[in-house]
């Protein structure tokens, strides 16, 4: 069974904002929060880095996180 280390408390993640290099706020799960229209913009996304959506659904996590500073979401993949 795959366990998300954020969702479960076990470790933080520290990312920065590529805009203006502040530590991000780990808002949660993805899958709390989006609609299928913003959804569906983030996978297809992501399947530009991956290639394999079925497989990279199937082994991360993902979170959003807001930057303080420029107040911008990004969404990061977190590996279960
Ligand atoms: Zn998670
Ligand atoms: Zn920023």
Same mark, same amino acid.
């Given at each position: 069974?795959?366990? %998300? !280390? $954020? %969702?479960?408390?076990?470790?933080? *993640? /520290?990312? =920065? %904002?590529?805009? %203006?290099? =502040?530590? $991000?706020?780990?808002?949660?799960?993805?899958?709390? *929060?989006?609609?299928? *229209? =913003?959804? *569906?913009?983030?996978? /297809?996304?992501?399947? $530009?880095?991956?290639?394999? #959506? /079925?497989? $990279?659904?199937?082994?991360? &996590?993902?979170? #959003?996180? /807001? &930057? !303080?500073? &420029?107040?911008?979401?990004?969404?990061?993949?977190?590996?279960?």
């Amino acid at each position: 069974m795959e366990i %998300c !280390p $954020l %969702c479960n408390g076990f470790e933080n *993640y /520290n990312g =920065s %904002c590529t805009t %203006c290099g =502040s530590m $991000l706020v780990d808002t949660g799960k993805v899958t709390d *929060y989006l609609d299928d *229209y =913003s959804a *569906y913009m983030e996978i /297809n996304l992501l399947k $530009l880095v991956d290639g394999d #959506l /079925n497989s $990279l659904a199937n082994q991360v &996590c993902l979170h #959003l996180f /807001n &930057c !303080p500073t &420029c107040q911008v979401e990004q969404i990061i993949a977190i590996q279960e």
